[in-house]
């Protein structure tokens, strides 16, 4: 290659330009026929975009697209936000007669990803984006001193859903450095960060704003835009480009940009917690392999599984107390069989575990079903603002300047915090090696790991303990109160916490109850009168697993506490009511399993302990409410 143009694709991917491309494109998304859970799309093209360089043609040749990322731990986000995880790519490939990129992909169940892919299926979402890096291109035409690019080589590193696109007339790339060699999750250099704004954009709105409000609100806006126009803040773009369509002053932008900063020092440092396995990789590692080679002491049995522990234990910069599961198998989609033989010696698949590890963990979450969000694979502690006051309206007499006022800012901080629980597995099923066996253990697995994060999301201690901040230890969350001693919840007492959360004005989102099974069969038992007679308090839901109060799901766990006191009072339930959604739980990395062989040894069981870095907290406090006084006796 030409000396000149590999200087300058350097300078493109590396330096001069901030880093990793971006291009947008009409996504032309659609279920697939017949899979359930999967849609196809579209997510680049051989459209032109003008550059800094030149005009730059992206090549759909085949050879000529780079799709080993893609194919073997791909991501879907939203608006290239590497906290908005919305789904996964189950693969990609280049159509080369559409000269397309195109990819089928299957949304999260979190709540974000469903939330998602509704707006794609009302037709909401419309636009994906694909952020790239060039490895090769050539000079394939030169015009009126404009030159014409094909990149010949380059590499797509995921695939967004956006809202707002790059202008479609330049194509500028919105993007983040990211220096050769280094993974898609990194960021390095904030200062350089590119936003979705540019100078043109910047200029664009000062002059419509000269045009509709003369020179004071051409100055307005250019005040306003000019403090994001460089660089640390221009991370915060968007929330200029707010206040200047809500007519805020300079002065009250640079107060809320001041606020921003400090919750927000420095963007979160992450990166892919996964090890690049292949689809065959995944498939070919065992949980169930590596136990028993643990147990019987001959790491040989399973060496394969062992290096991949290892490929983890060097990206999370720490060694496993047993062995690492990479975050590629966590979060494998494949379906496990077993063949069962019938008459005539025919194999009847039957579907085992349609689901990840991960998707496992989720559905067995109670927390999580009832719409708590779940933030996962992540590196580092993250903080996430929000805010916590608003500004204020009001009354100005003729003559008379309005009072000021303005919004103010906080943030829900999560840090790894260490869960550990355990299963028992006898050593004759650990000989197995049937997909059956597989399945069980990681569905035992799950199970248990569930339950902790339940119990620890209901009730942890948080700060100055090992455990995360559950609902229940929340300072600020609405109570409502049964007797001195405690009391038997009536329907007045449901009616109560409802209120409690409704004049904080946060009775929106994911609204349900969560208590115990003493509280479910007690409130079975309590009667409402009404024109059609007594009700029981308690109905039957429409969603299997769940019950009904007052109109809204209600969750049954024996995480909740049915062992609280009050004065004389014991043996008291808890029973919570509130937007689970506002329920945040962080996942880190992979899963660490520790294999204890001893302490079950005379019965023939091996003791398998999980470890997962966990941490939860509540995102406003005023979104729930709670008894922890309801008598069930």
Same mark, same amino acid.
């Given at each position: 290659?030409?000396?000149?143009?590999?200087?300058?694709?350097?300078?493109?991917?590396?330096?001069?330009?901030?880093? =990793?491309?971006? &291009?947008?494109?009409?996504?032309?998304?659609?279920? $697939?026929? #017949?899979? %359930?859970?999967?849609? *196809?799309?579209?997510?680049s093209s051989e459209t032109p975009v003008e550059r800094w360089w030149g005009i730059e043609i992206l090549d759909h040749s085949r050879g000529s697209v780079r799709l080993d990322r893609l194919n073997s731990a791909g991501s879907l986000l939203f608006n290239h936000n590497r906290d908005l995880l919305i789904g996964a790519i189950e693969s990609?490939?280049?159509?080369?007669?559409? =000269?397309?990129? &195109?990819?089928?992909?299957?949304?999260?169940?979190? $709540?974000? #990803?469903? %939330?998602?892919?509704? *707006?794609?299926?009302?037709?909401?979402?419309?636009?994906?984006?694909?952020?790239?890096?060039?490895?090769?291109?050539?000079?394939?035409?030169?015009?009126?001193?404009?030159?014409?690019?094909?990149?010949?080589?380059?590499?797509?590193?995921?695939?967004?859903?956006?809202?707002?696109?790059?202008?479609?007339?330049?194509?500028?790339?919105?993007?983040?450095?990211?220096?050769?060699?280094?993974?898609?999750?990194?960021?390095?250099?904030?200062?350089?960060? %590119?936003?979705?704004?540019?100078?043109?954009?910047?200029?664009?709105?000062?002059?419509?704003?000269?045009?509709?409000?003369?020179?004071?609100?051409?100055?307005r806006v250019k005040a306003i835009l000019g403090l994001v126009k460089e660089g640390d803040n221009r991370r915060f773009a968007d929330v200029a480009l707010r206040y200047v369509e809500t007519g805020a002053s300079p002065d009250e932008f640079k107060r809320a940009l001041e606020e921003l900063k400090r919750l927000n020092p420095k963007p979160v440092v992450d990166t892919d917690p996964?090890?690049?396995?292949?689809?065959?990789?995944?498939?070919?590692?065992?949980?169930?392999?590596?136990?028993?080679?643990?147990?019987?002491?001959?790491?040989?049995?399973?060496?394969?599984?062992?290096?991949?522990?290892?490929?983890?234990?060097?990206?999370?910069?720490?060694?496993?107390?047993?062995?690492?599961?990479?975050?590629?198998?966590?979060?494998?989609?494949?379906?496990?069989?077993?063949?069962?033989?019938?008459?005539?010696?025919?194999?009847?698949?039957?579907?085992?575990?349609?689901?990840?590890?991960?998707?496992?963990?989720?559905?067995?979450?109670?927390?999580?079903?009832?719409?708590?969000?779940?933030?996962?694979?992540?590196?580092?502690?993250?903080?996430?603002?929000?805010?916590?006051?608003?500004?204020?309206?009001?009354?100005?007499?003729?003559?008379?300047?309005?009072?000021?006022?303005?919004?103010?800012?906080?943030?829900?901080?999560?840090?790894p915090r260490t869960v550990g629980t355990y299963t028992d597995i006898s050593r004759k099923l650990l000989i197995q090696s049937s997909l059956d066996v597989e399945a069980f253990v990681r569905n035992d697995l799950a199970t248990v790991l569930a339950l902790a994060i339940d119990y620890a999301g209901i009730n942890g201690l948080g700060q100055g303990s090992s455990q995360p901040l559950g609902i229940l230890q929340t300072s600020g969350i609405g109570a409502v109160a049964i007797g001195t001693d405690g009391g038997a919840p009536t329907w007045s007492h449901i009616v109560d916490l409802e209120t409690e959360v409704s004049i904080d004005n946060a009775d929106v989102g994911n609204l349900a109850y969560l208590t115990n099974a003493k509280v479910r069969g007690k409130l079975k038992k309590t009667f409402t009168n009404t024109t059609y007679g007594e009700i029981p308090v308690w109905g039957k839901g429409e969603e299997p697993g769940f019950g009904e109060l007052n109109g809204y799901r209600a969750g049954v766990s024996n995480q909740v506490p049915s062992n609280l006191t009050k004065n004389a009072g014991s043996n008291l339930s808890a029973i919570i009511f509130g937007n689970f959604s506002d329920y945040i739980i962080g996942e880190w990395g992979a899963i660490d399993i520790l294999i204890d062989p001893y302490t079950g040894g005379a019965a023939g069981t091996v003791r398998v302990r999980v470890l997962q870095d966990v941490d939860g907290a509540c995102r406003r406090a005023e979104s729930f409410a709670a008894i922890v006084d309801a008598s069930t006796t």
């Open positions: 290659m030409d000396p000149k143009l590999r200087q300058l694709i350097d300078e493109i991917n590396g330096g001069k330009t901030g880093g =990793r491309l971006s &291009r947008h494109v009409d996504m032309e998304c659609r279920a $697939a026929e #017949g899979r %359930e859970g999967i849609y *196809e799309l579209s997510f990609a490939r280049i159509d080369e007669r559409a =000269r397309r990129g &195109r990819a089928e992909v299957r949304f999260s169940p979190s $709540a974000v #990803g469903q %939330e998602k892919r509704a *707006e794609v299926d009302a037709g909401v979402l419309r636009t994906t984006s694909v952020s790239y890096l060039i490895h090769a291109m050539v000079l394939e035409k030169e015009e009126d001193g404009v030159q014409t690019y094909r990149v010949t080589d380059w590499e797509p590193l995921e695939v967004s859903l956006v809202t707002i696109p790059a202008d479609p007339g330049v194509g500028v790339g919105r993007s983040r450095q990211i220096p050769a060699g280094q993974g898609v999750g990194v960021k390095t250099n904030p200062d350089k960060e %590119e936003t979705k704004m540019d100078e043109k954009e910047i200029q664009k709105r000062i002059d419509d704003a000269r045009k509709q409000g003369g020179d004071e609100e051409s100055s996964s090890i690049g396995m292949s689809s065959r990789d995944v498939r070919k590692f065992s949980i169930v392999r590596a136990i028993r080679a643990l147990a019987e002491g001959n790491r040989g049995l399973a060496a394969f599984e062992f290096e991949c522990s290892e490929a983890v234990a060097k990206r999370l910069h720490k060694s496993p107390q047993g062995f690492f599961v990479p975050y590629d198998v966590l979060t494998d989609k494949r379906d496990l069989v077993k063949g069962t033989p019938t008459a005539g010696g025919h194999l009847v698949a039957t579907e085992l575990l349609a689901a990840s590890f991960i998707e496992l963990l989720r559905n067995k979450m109670l927390l999580r079903r009832l719409g708590a969000q779940v933030l996962g694979g992540l590196v580092g502690d993250i903080a996430i603002p929000k805010q916590t006051g608003g500004a204020t309206a009001y009354w100005v007499g003729e003559n008379a300047n309005v009072t000021e006022s303005q919004q103010t800012f906080g943030q829900v901080a999560l840090s």
